[in-house]
């Protein structure tokens, strides 16, 4: 059979040049409204009854889960919220910006950020990798709780939150919608010392940007409630066997990402050292707004991405496509982003 080479003969000419651009304006201008319909039909009449059918609104519940080693990880979405993309590179001239996100197809003025948050079952802890915008922060994003109780489990069940950094998106989670008690009561807090100590002195309100100070007040807010709570620590630092931080600073003073291994594999969480499925890889050197210590950042994200293709590590990136894991392939002296396949 093996030396058979099999044969495939098209039965009907390809569908993209069977149909006319006049065709097509005519199904148009009909209400057909397909592509199907074009031409004369080439699946046969839609029943007249879809037209009544009522457009119903919501999506799935955003949560993906999958083996890595002996340990089970669950992707929840916080959502997602939208940024101009004039904070997306402030050292290159806006029309090459627009020009790179037009070539991938992506809108100019405005970006769409997913927000994918992982949860890490070692098979003795449940462990969270930062708790999402909360219900407070914008209507299109707080939907962590809802995902991690869709996924099967309780606030109460997550022993420890690791956090990577004090942005909105990562930690206005933290506490309940009354502003007061912890969301994930049971659970022991990490954060980097630098990072900690960034929010919750005036460092933050001085050195932002007058559009971000509204982050240094929030982060007054939910940070004291969870302090008693809370490890201060440095990067390097186990925080189960198996999941290490890694000091990633420049999108913040403590910015930290982790690597997390059991068996023979090993998942880098980028946290926002990686940002953009395009621009962060074939661009490092384009430099976010949100980036507050820009030539660290640079110099973070150019190491992470280097560990990455390197060990061939899965990576999880916050702030792209859901579920956000894929891996990092060298192309030249940049890089390119490789989606995984969905795991059923
Ligand atoms: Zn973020």
């Given at each position: 059979m093996a030396s058979n080479p099999v044969k495939f003969r098209p039965r009907h000419k390809p569908l993209v040049g069977d149909i006319s651009r006049r065709r097509l304006l005519v199904a148009g201008a009909a209400g057909a409204g397909g592509l199907l319909l074009a031409g004369g039909g080439l699946t046969g009449k839609l029943p007249a009854a879809h037209a009544a059918a009522d457009m119903k609104d919501g999506q799935i519940p955003g949560w993906y889960r999958f083996k890595l080693g002996k340990f089970e990880i669950t992707i929840l979405s916080d959502g997602s919220y939208e940024l101009p993309t004039t904070l997306m590179a402030t050292n290159q001239p806006r029309e090459e910006v627009k020009a790179f996100l037009t070539s991938n197809f992506l809108p100019t003025e405005t970006r769409t950020s997913h927000v994918n948050i992982p949860l890490i079952n070692t098979g003795s802890e449940l462990i969270l990798v930062d708790v999402g915008g909360g219900p407070n922060w914008m209507a299109t994003a707080g939907r962590l709780t809802d995902n991690l109780r869709a996924s099967g489990y309780e606030p109460e069940d997550v022993d420890k939150v690791v956090l990577t950094h004090g942005h909105p998106d990562h930690i206005w989670g933290l506490i309940d919608e009354f502003e007061?008690?912890?969301?994930?009561?049971?659970a022991t807090y990490y954060i980097s010392s630098d990072e900690w100590d960034f929010w919750t002195t005036d460092q933050a309100e001085q050195r932002l940007a007058e559009q971000f100070k509204g982050f240094a007040i929030g982060a007054k807010r939910q940070l004291p409630p969870i302090a008693d709570k809370t490890t201060r620590l440095r990067p390097g630092a186990e925080i189960a066997p198996g999941i290490i931080t890694v000091g990633t600073p420049g999108h913040t003073p403590g910015h930290m990402s982790l690597v997390v291994n059991s068996g023979t594999e090993t998942m880098i969480v980028s946290a926002d050292c990686v940002t953009h499925p395009f621009v962060s890889f074939e661009h490092p050197g384009w430099r976010p707004a949100t980036d507050l210590e820009q030539d660290k950042a640079e110099a973070s994200r150019r190491k992470l991405l280097d560990m990455a293709a390197t060990e061939k590590a899965l990576m999880l990136v916050y702030?792209?496509?859901?579920?956000g894991l894929g891996h990092v392939a060298r192309a030249g002296d940049v890089y390119r982003w490789v989606p995984a396949m969905w795991r059923w």
């Open positions: 007061e008690a912890p969301r994930f009561p049971n702030h792209i496509s859901y579920p």
